[in-house]
């Protein structure tokens, strides 16, 4: 009998546990993962300000924050580089994707030929004076490494600034996540470390162009000014950039995690008393800070996708029609194909309106 007992006790929890670990806000995979990328490599060393080698450093720091965030169970971290070889810029880019990264993060070093000095953080954008564009400029040339840049890079010309100019489309959707991070970057190398900033920025580098998530650049500082590239080529100066760099990383990906609640919270007190005659059904089968394609196959085969941003977040459903019983059987549906708990919403004219409100009339 004890063990009858025992035994039922267990399947309880287990089926019981089976439906609260497929929480809606984590649909495909659960790890938040970082992509990073140690600038330079192989044959290209970047800039030798001082003798410093620019390719060294952005390695030993990237390792250096691959480490530590690699203790973290919920983050998985992918290098672009692990070792001195060259890596083309596109192929950068093309490993983040890959990987569906949540997020890009470059290591680089500045160079200049005045006594310039200080760390800066870049996003993708337009370059607003000609400073940010020579720092893009420097940065992209490495392409012309690349035997066959011509044809990869449609013809992309680093001198040229309306060529930069023309690269900014691609990032535009993930421009205030990826400032977000650089602003917390700069603000943690400013008052924790007390290193010089010279703030957020926004200048055409092909390498963030490539990326489809939020993506930064750091420049830790400049190897051309000999106090700044001495801390940045010694152990003390990649330790302390690269715990620096990790907190900001990890108060980033908390701040999306709240928010991605915070939203949650917020629409369901939503209560929009409007209605008529053009509500439109769906089940909300998943909330995510992350874009995901509308393929079935990442949504367990579900079809007639579709999905809404909101603030931070990006809500996915299935189905879409006027019909309230043809909604309900969708549902079962999405239940059965393992969304437990998706549920029904009720759209007017584009806006989400209560469910309760539009089924009284
Ligand atoms: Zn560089």
Redesign the pocket.
Known sequence: MYKFNYLLLLIVIVFFSSFSSNEEKTPIKDKFVIVLDA??GGHDP??MGNKYI?KDI?LNVVLKIGKQLEKNPNIRVVYTRKTDVFIELDKRGEIANKAKADLFVSI??NSFHTQANGTETFVLGLHRNKTNLEVAK??NSVILLEEDYHEKYAGYDPNSPESIIGLTLMQEEYLDQSIQLADYIQKSFKNKLKRKSRGVKQAGFIVLHQTVMPSVLIELGFLTYKKEGAYLNSKKGQDEMSKSIVGSILEYKKSIDQGTEQNIITQENTINSNTGDDIIFKVQIAASSRNLALKSYNFKGLKDLSKVKQGKLYKYFSGSTNDYEEIKALQKIAKSKGYPKCYVVAYKNGTRVSLSTVLKK
């Open positions: 600038g330079h970047g800039n620019e952005a680089h070093c420097k940065e």
